[in-house]
C-alpha cells in the first residue's frame, strides 16, 4: 500500500499522492483506496492487539476514475472504515482524503478529538487538495460533527463542509440527490445485527481473564485445614464454574441482543434485571450446584449479578444510546455498588468457609 503521510518523506516523489513532491511539473500520482480486506474485518472483531493497528495511511485516494469534479470524502484511517466506504462507492469516482485519526473510526474519533478540525486543514494544505479539484466542498461523515468547526475549515482553507448520511451505504443516494440526505439518513440505527457483530470483542477477552477466576474457584473449593485436595477442588468447583460461564455469556452476548427490550435507561440497571433473571433461578438447585450451603448460594448468585451487571455496562462503549457525560455518571454510582457487592460475597464465603470445617 502507498503511504500518503506527508510527513514522511517518500523515496519516490511522486508515489504520494499529497501533492509533497517538489517536482510540480509532473502529474501526481495518487493512489487508489486499498482493496478490501475480509480477512481484517475478522481478525478486527475477533482480536483487539489487531484492531487497534488496523489503519490505511492518511492523506489522498481514489475510487474509480475522478477527476478536478468530483466530490471529495474525509474519512479516518481506521480500515475498516475505509473499507466500508470503498464497498459503498466502489460503483462511483470520488476522492477520499483519509485523515489521520490514530487508526480510530470516525465517531470515536471525533469524540477523542482526533477527528478534529487541525488535522483536517493540516491534510487538505498536505495534500494541496485546492490543485487537484476545481470545487471547494468536502463531505465528512456526520458522525464526525462533533469533532470539526466547520468555518474554521473554511476560514483556513476555502472549503465548505457539508454532512453525509450515518451510512455510507446512503453516499450515491445522498450524491444523487444533490447532497441532500432524507430524514431516515440522519437516523443512528443500532439493529440486531450490528449488536450481535459486536459481541465477540465483549465475549473473548472476559473468557480470557475468566480462566484466572476458574483457578481460583478452584482453590478455595480445595482449600482445607490439612491443605489443598484435589479431589475436592474439581468435584465441587464446576457447577461454580459453569454459573460464572452462564454470566460472562449473559453480559457479553444475551444483553446486546437484548438490549432494546430490557426496561430502564440505565445500562448497569438493565444488567442487574438481567442478572437476577439469569442467576437467581440457580437457588433452585441449591443442594446441586451449593452444596446445601445459603452462604455459598448467596455469594456466588451477589458476585454473579454484579458481573453481568458490569459486562453489560462495558457494552455503552459500542452503542449510540450513551454519551460520555452519561457513562461518568453512571460508573460514578454503579462502580461503588460492584465493590460493595463484591465484598459482602466474600465475607459470605469465608463464613461458607468456616462452616464447612466445623468452625462456626
Known amino acids: 500500500m502507498t503511504s500518503l503521510d506527508c510527513n514522511e518523506p517518500?523515496?519516490?516523489p511522486l508515489s504520494c499522492g499529497c501533492g509533497c513532491s517538489s517536482n510540480t511539473d509532473q502529474k501526481m500520482s495518487i493512489p487508489?483506496?486499498?482493496p478490501i480486506d475480509k480477512r481484517g474485518h475478522i481478525m478486527c472483531r475477533i482480536s483487539d492487539k489487531f484492531r487497534m493497528n488496523y489503519s490505511v495511511a492518511p492523506g489522498l485516494y481514489s475510487i474509480g476514475n475522478p477527476d478536478e469534479l468530483s466530490p471529495v470524502l474525509v474519512t479516518a484511517n481506521y480500515r475498516l472504515t475505509c473499507d466500508?466506504?470503498?464497498?459503498?462507492?466502489e460503483k462511483s469516482s470520488i476522492w477520499v482524503l483519509v485523515i489521520d485519526t490514530k487508526g480510530i473510526n470516525v465517531w470515536c474519533a471525533a469524540g477523542k478529538g482526533t477527528f478534529g478540525t487541525s488535522e483536517l486543514i493540516n491534510r487538505i494544505k498536505c495534500t494541496k487538495l485546492d490543485t487537484i479539484v476545481r470545487h471547494r466542498n468536502l463531505i465528512l461523515p456526520q458522525l464526525g460533527a462533533p469533532g470539526v468547526s466547520a468555518h474554521q475549515i473554511t476560514k483556513a482553507t476555502g472549503f465548505s463542509i457539508s454532512y453525509g448520511p450515518v451510512l455510507a451505504s446512503d453516499i450515491p443516494a445522498y450524491l444523487e440527490a444533490g447532497k441532500k440526505a432524507t430524514s431516515e439518513m440522519r437516523i443512528i440505527q443500532f439493529p440486531l445485527r450490528e449488536r450481535i457483530i459486536l459481541?465477540?470483542?465483549?465475549?473473548l477477552p472476559a473468557l480470557k481473564k475468566y480462566?484466572?477466576?476458574i483457578l481460583g474457584i478452584m482453590v478455595f473449593m480445595g482449600i482445607q485445614p490439612s491443605g489443598i485436595l484435589y479431589k475436592p477442588a474439581f468435584a465441587n468447583s464446576w457447577p461454580l464454574i459453569a454459573i460464572g460461564l452462564i454470566s460472562i455469556i449473559t453480559g457479553s452476548v444475551i444483553f446486546p441482543v437484548l438490549l432494546p427490550v430490557i426496561p430502564f435507561r440505565s445500562f448497569a440497571l438493565k444488567g442487574m434485571i438481567l442478572g437476577v433473571i439469569a442467576i437467581a433461578p440457580s437457588l433452585l438447585l441449591c443442594d446441586n450446584i451449593y452444596h446445601g450451603s445459603l452462604f455459598l448460594a448467596s455469594a456466588?448468585?451477589?458476585f454473579n449479578i454484579a458481573l453481568i451487571s458490569y459486562l453489560s455496562l462495558n457494552f455503552t462503549g459500542c452503542t449510540p444510546f450513551t454519551n460520555i457525560s452519561g457513562v461518568k455518571l453512571e460508573m460514578k454510582f454503579s462502580v461503588p455498588v460492584y465493590i460493595s457487592m463484591c465484598i459482602i460475597s466474600s465475607v459470605l464465603l469465608i463464613i461458607f468457609k468456616l462452616q464447612e470445617w466445623g468452625i462456626v
Not at 466500508?84 to 462507492?89: I, N, P, T
Request: hydrophobic content about 50%; overall charge positive; cysteine-free.
Open 300 to 302: 456466588s448468585i451477589l
Open 199 to 203: 459481541t465477540p470483542m465483549e465475549l
Open 84 to 89: 466500508h466506504l470503498r464497498k459503498a462507492m
Open 10 to 12: 517518500s523515496k519516490k
Open 32 to 34: 487508489a483506496l486499498p
Open 211 to 213: 480462566f484466572w477466576l
